[in-house]
């Protein structure tokens, strides 16, 4: 059984630009979770995909998007970049939009400058 | 407002003594808990869970104890060992009522067993 991957591992962008966070969910999953974890704190949630649609979002602006796609994978769309926008992005799927228990994949580096 | 709290950032235990992690919450809409560890480098990992119509769960060498009254968890790990090390974030959840199951975490403990 293959895990949650998430990728890339790491990814230096510059303060503006745009970026993309990829995502695969744990087979049999159709639920998908974007956490943002910045230095020394908790993972923040940012929102939830159920097939395919956002089901749920945290407290964070709309220049953070994303998408959910047939096979349930996922991407987290990130514009105007800011410096504060570092952070390590994971992504945790679930059996279903109301399954408590979600596993997390290995995170996505991203520092602004 | 930081609904889930882990006052303590750090805690360092000899290894086969119990170690004690706590957490305390403050929203009463919370009805599931959960423990997880994480290691540099890699994602968090779900250690144990409790439903709030519990008091107590356990898992081999992990138990997890709710007191709903006092809004407090812990997570007891007996024996400790080694490769225990890492750090282990306390997470909340709500029956979702539409708006997606999210997870609420605290700040982590980061828990040290020396040899």
């Known amino acids: 059984e293959t895990g949650v991957t998430q990728s890339p591992t790491h990814l230096i962008k510059t303060r503006g630009q745009q970026v993309t966070l990829r995502c695969s969910s744990q087979?049999?999953?159709?639920?998908v979770s974007w956490y943002q974890q910045a230095l020394g704190q908790g993972p923040q949630f940012i929102f939830q995909?159920?097939?395919?649609?956002?089901?749920g979002r945290g407290n964070f602006p709309p220049r953070f998007s994303g998408l959910q796609f047939p096979n349930y994978s996922s991407e987290l769309n990130v514009n105007a970049l800011e410096l504060d926008d570092s952070a390590l992005y994971l992504c945790?799927?679930?059996?279903?939009?109301?399954?408590?228990?979600?596993?997390f994949g290995p995170g996505t580096r991203l520092t602004v400058t | 407002d930081q609904q889930v709290k882990q006052n303590s950032p750090s805690l360092s235990v000899q290894e086969g003594r119990i170690s004690i992690l706590n957490c305390d919450y403050t929203n009463s809409m919370f009805d599931y808990f959960l423990w997880y560890k994480k290691y540099p480098a890699e994602g968090p990992t779900f250690l144990i869970s409790?439903?709030?119509?519990?008091d107590k769960n356990e898992d081999g060498r992990f138990t997890v104890f709710l007191n709903k009254s006092a809004k407090h968890l812990s997570l007891h790990i007996v024996p400790s060992q080694p490769g225990d090390s890492a750090v282990y974030f306390c997470?909340?959840?709500?029956?979702?009522?539409?708006?997606?199951?999210?997870?609420?975490f605290g700040t982590g403990t980061q828990l040290k067993v020396e040899l």
């Open positions: 409790i439903s709030s119509i519990k």
């Open positions: 997470a909340a959840s709500a029956y979702p009522t539409g708006g997606g199951n999210k997870l609420t």
């Open positions: 995909y159920y097939r395919e649609e956002e089901n």
């Open positions: 087979s049999g999953h159709n639920t």
């Open positions: 945790a799927s679930s059996t279903d939009r109301s399954s408590y228990e979600q596993y």
